[in-house]
């Protein structure tokens, strides 16, 4: 069984990424959450927010719990994590961050620098989680 999660994070999390249509922020299939790749854009104004990799990896995180959340699971059922920078040199800065939102048991991740991410951001998430 298949279905959409038509969840605005807006709605929450004013200011937060909402998609521009072309894609589903989740999908839930098989006990499984699939979630879309987001960036730290600003939904009013359709640009990336202010600050530096830190606080877009903050709101990114808070963003993809809110979709989870939408979708039936927490942040913490996370089981794979694809992490995408604009710059390896944010990895640390990057990881900071990251390391706030997991506790022990921590989801399995990747973590690649690619040439352009989308509204030349500096980092994307995207995730799948568990449902309980």
Wanted: hydrophobic share 40%; proline share 5%; with cysteine.
């Amino acid at each position: 069984m298949m279905h959409h999660v038509h969840q605005n994070p807006n709605q929450h999390n004013r200011g937060t990424q909402s998609p521009p249509g072309i894609y589903n922020q989740a999908i839930v299939a098989n006990g499984l959450v699939f979630c879309s790749g987001v960036v730290a854009l600003d939904s009013d104004t359709m640009k990336i927010k202010e600050g530096d990799v830190k606080a877009h990896t903050h709101d990114i995180i808070k963003n993809l719990s809110v979709i989870l959340e939408a979708a039936g699971t927490t942040i913490d059922r996370a089981v794979k994590v694809n992490v995408f920078l604009s710059n390896m040199e944010d990895f640390a800065a990057m990881n900071e961050v990251y390391m706030q939102y997991w506790g022990d048991v921590k989801p399995c991740r990747t973590c690649v620098a690619v040439k352009t991410l989308p509204y030349n951001t500096d980092v994307e998430i995207e995730c799948t989680a568990i449902l309980p």
